[in-house]
């Protein structure tokens, strides 16, 4: 199957929201259940999420198990060190949304440790290319989850 589109053909905005709190755990519970209430992706043979499946980019390693473990097999995901993203994980996480956004997922969420950058971090997101790539919806507080 061919997986480019025609000439001036746009690709959709992929729905994207930023996920904040300190604590690893809660960042991953809060995907999890806003994962929950979208639809499962098909899983093809080959056991890696299709096209349209939803992504997760997360700052920092998980602490002991992950509630998206369950999901893995159903959304990309990847792990970025901690650090923060609009500093000096900047690089890190442009290559990473770049590979992700290759695999043309329906959905993305990003899990954010410190909240103090996030409005640059906003900023950057919808500054080019990524403006044309991506449709930022409200953050989400994982405390208030």
Not at 4 to 27: D, E, H, I, N, Y
Not at 57 to 62: F, Q, S
Not at 71 to 96: D, E, F, K, M
Request: net charge positive; charged share 20%; proline share 9%.
């Amino acid at each position: 199957m061919n997986d480019r589109q025609p000439p001036g053909a746009r690709m959709p905005r992929v729905v994207t929201t930023l996920v904040v709190s300190a604590g690893a755990a809660v960042r991953e519970q809060a995907i999890c259940a806003r994962l929950s209430t979208l639809a499962a992706a098909p899983v093809p043979d080959a056991g890696k999420p299709m096209a349209g499946a939803p992504a997760v980019i997360l700052e920092g390693i998980a602490s002991g198990s992950s509630p998206l473990d369950i999901l893995a097999p159903q959304l990309h995901l990847a792990r970025i060190a901690p650090g923060c993203l609009c500093c000096s994980g900047n690089l890190v996480l442009r290559v990473t949304l770049n590979r992700l956004l290759r695999q043309r997922p329906g959905r993305l969420f990003i899990g954010v440790a410190r909240s103090e950058h996030l409005d640059q971090l906003r900023s950057w997101l919808q500054s080019e290319p990524y403006d044309q790539l991506l449709t930022l919806t409200p953050d989400i507080d994982a405390q208030d989850v």
